[in-house]
């Protein structure tokens, strides 16, 4: 019975380092995928008010402001 208890213990810390891992990389992963999702929102948003109010940058670059 002590050889059980010696593996657990020896085991439980790799376990615990492991479900640390996996919840930083998650939390990594989601924040990652809200980032790329917020950032093509805005670029709609851009693009649709871009649309709406005529190419500004493209004006600027033909009048060789740029």
């Known amino acids: 019975m002590d050889q059980f208890w010696a593996i657990i213990v020896a085991i439980v810390p ?6 640390l891992f ?3 990389m ?11 999702l917020a950032h093509s929102r805005w670029e709609a948003e851009q693009d ?3 649309a709406e109010n ?7 670059t033909r009048s060789g402001d740029i």
């Open 14 to 19: 790799s376990i615990g380092v492991g479900f």
């Open 22 to 24: 996996y919840k930083v």
């Open 26 to 36: 998650r939390a990594i992963i989601e924040g990652d995928r809200n980032e790329r």
């Open 48 to 50: 649709r008010a871009t």
């Open 54 to 60: 005529g190419d500004a940058r493209t004006d600027l």
